[in-house]
């Protein structure tokens, strides 16, 4: 069963929708190109998405990556123009 942090995600993702994208879609693009189950998108609004990481280790790793991470996305959303990151809310 979906905890109802997925559910709720699920429902605003269809409902949001903006330039670049729905967030869903954005959902998916970061799960697909990040390869990492500990971080998930949190924001995605003006041309910047929030990416919230399990840890501070996974942060870090994620920081060292940003560059390639925001170019592989920018191949699907081109309105995507920074990436932030945060610890919590995996």
Do not use: H
Request: glycine content about 8%; some cysteine; aromatic content about 6%.
């Amino acid at each position: 069963m979906d905890s109802i942090k997925n559910i709720v995600s699920g429902v605003i993702g269809k409902m949001s929708s903006s330039k670049g994208g729905t967030f869903a879609s954005v959902q998916e693009a970061w799960a697909r190109i990040a390869q990492d189950k500990a971080s998930r998108v949190a924001d995605f609004k003006d041309g910047c998405i929030t990416i919230s990481a399990e840890s501070s280790m996974r942060l870090v790793k994620l920081n060292l990556n940003r560059e390639y991470l925001l170019k592989e996305l920018q191949k699907e959303f081109p309105s995507i123009v920074k990436i932030n990151f945060k610890v919590g809310g995996v």
